[in-house]
């Protein structure tokens, strides 16, 4: 669909993670004739190509999505709301990965200093990605179950790190926990969706993904 009055963008999808989309005609709103998605790798495929070399797609599969005549915000939401129908009870029930930066809860909630929170209540997901001197993903590192992050300096003996609860549509539960380099850890749950708005940027509409917090408890310290 490569045309003069084609558009490229993307969405982040709980089953696939980032989906690369196309559509006729330009702009972010309004109608569009025809959408395209690259093809994705479902979450068995990945596991299979993980554990042989020689796979050659007996269960995982790729997947391709094609709408017409429907707005970008609605076939983002059909996407965005496709769930594995089988599996076993492990697979089945485990929520799928949740990649960003725990930085990004840690501007949420407070430290015990502070007196409320939450401090930030919805943040841009396409930003974050962007802004890599802020938000960098190569420190980001699997710590078991959960998802880890150094402090930053001068604090950088402490560490972030959140784990998944629970997802429902889009809408995730997540432990957070932080702690500044000392024996104490503030402990938090945070329940927000992922979802998309659009604002007007140098007065032009920009579309983007966001992070909106919906309920945040504080646990207590350990």
């Known amino acids: 669909m490569e045309t003069e009055d084609s558009e490229e963008a993307e969405i982040q999808s709980p089953l696939f993670g980032r989906v690369y989309i196309i559509y006729t005609p330009k702009g972010k ?4 004739k025809e ?10 495929m ?9 796979w050659h797609g007996e269960l995982g599969r790729f997947h391709g999505f094609t ?11 059909i996407v965005t709301s496709l769930h594995p129908i089988k599996g076993d009870a492990k697979s089945a029930s485990a929520p799928p990965p949740l990649k960003v930066h725990p930085k990004i809860f840690d ?7 502070d007196s409320e929170s939450p401090v930030v209540t919805e943040i841009n997901l396409d930003a974050v990605e962007m802004n890599k001197n802020e938000f960098d993903m190569d420190e980001v590192k699997p710590d078991g179950e959960w998802t ?3 402090m930053p300096k001068p604090q950088d003996a402490g560490f972030m790190r959140y784990r998944v609860l629970g997802l429902k549509d889009n809408r995730y539960t997540v432990q957070f926990q932080e702690n500044g380099g000392g024996s104490l850890t503030t402990d938090s749950t945070i329940e927000f969706e992922i979802d998309q708005r659009t604002i007007r940027r140098d007065g032009k509409p920009l579309t983007m ?6 309920s945040l408890t504080t646990n207590g310290h350990e």
């Open 46 to 54: 990945k596991v299979d190509i993980a554990k042989s070399t020689t």
């Open 107 to 113: 501007m949420i909630d407070c430290w015990l200093s």
């Open 67 to 77: 709408g017409r005549k429907m707005t970008v915000a609605e076939f983002s939401k």
């Open 148 to 150: 880890r992050a150094p």
């Open 29 to 32: 709103e309004g109608v569009k």
């Open 35 to 44: 959408i395209l998605t690259n093809w994705v790798e479902d979450e068995q």
């Open 209 to 214: 993904r966001v992070l909106r917090v919906r």
